[in-house]
T-cell receptor, first 115, second 111 residues
Framework: DTGVSQNPRHKITKRGQNVTFRCDPI?????LYWYRQTLGQGPEFLTY????????KSRLLSDRFSAERPKGSFSTLEIQRTEQGDSAMYLC?????????????FGDGTRLSIL | GNSVTQMEGPVTLSEEAFLTINCTYT??????LFWYVQYPGEGLQLLLK?????DKGSNKGFEATYRKETTSFHLEKGSVQVSDSAVYFC??????????FGDGTTLTVKP
């Protein structure tokens, strides 16, 4: 169990630029989740995949955000035309199975700062 | 929709003091309940869980009981240590598997 890996750890970019984050889940986990966390708040759900299928997207995920998991393994989250309000920690998590009693395993996150 | 409300922090305790962090929830159906912990500079990690009413989750001296009648899942520890200083998040999972989190409670334990 190598854990959930996220890259990069930190990303600083200018407003209006596009950014892409990568998440490598635990290898046998079929579910992958993206969350956003701002200072002083808990993680907020963005979207999740079961294998390569994107099953749900939060209304927080505007049309500037897109996520993919093309082969059911790693996932990418892209933000186009970044805005100041996109500054946050982006967390990826994975779990095995579809039962609600399965805990999620989190990566260390990617911190995005918009100048 | 689903929601989780946690006791506001920060909480500061002396070593060996008793800890309670309150958590209440609103959910449709029968969620599973979790406590996650985030140590400084690290990612969230599972502390304990309970999947049905009256279940007690426990780990590292921490305990929480799933109370359906009061929709609560309070975290307790009888004697905290400096190493327990962290941010604690209460969360619930619905049948879809995604988690809804509280805003976290920062605990600082002083020697």
């Amino acid at each position: 169990d190598t854990g959930v890996s996220q890259n990069p750890r930190h990303k600083i970019t200018k407003r209006g630029q596009n950014v892409t984050f990568r998440c490598d889940p635990i290898s046998e986990h079929n579910r992958l989740y993206w969350y956003r966390q701002t200072l002083g708040q808990g993680p907020e759900f963005l979207t999740y995949f079961q294998n390569e299928a994107q099953l749900e997207k939060s209304r927080l995920l505007s049309d500037r955000f897109s996520a993919e998991r093309p082969k059911g393994s790693f996932s990418t989250l892209e933000i186009q035309r970044t805005e100041q309000g996109d500054s946050a920690m982006y967390l990826c998590a994975s779990s095995q199975g579809s039962d609600s009693n399965q805990p999620q395993h989190f990566g260390d996150g990617t911190r995005l700062s918009i100048l | 929709g689903n929601s989780v409300t946690q006791m506001e922090g920060p909480v500061t305790l002396s070593e060996e003091a008793f800890l309670t962090i309150n958590c209440t929830y609103t959910a449709t159906g029968y969620p599973s309940l979790f406590w996650y912990v985030q140590y400084p500079g690290e990612g969230l990690q599972l502390l304990l869980k309970a999947t049905k009413a009256d279940d007690k989750g426990s780990n590292k001296g921490f305990e929480a009981t799933y109370r359906k009648e009061t929709t609560s899942f309070h975290l307790e520890k009888g004697s905290v240590q400096v190493s327990d200083s962290a941010v604690y998040f209460c969360a619930l999972n619905t049948n879809a598997g995604k988690s809804t989190f509280g805003d976290g409670t920062t605990l600082t334990v002083k020697p």
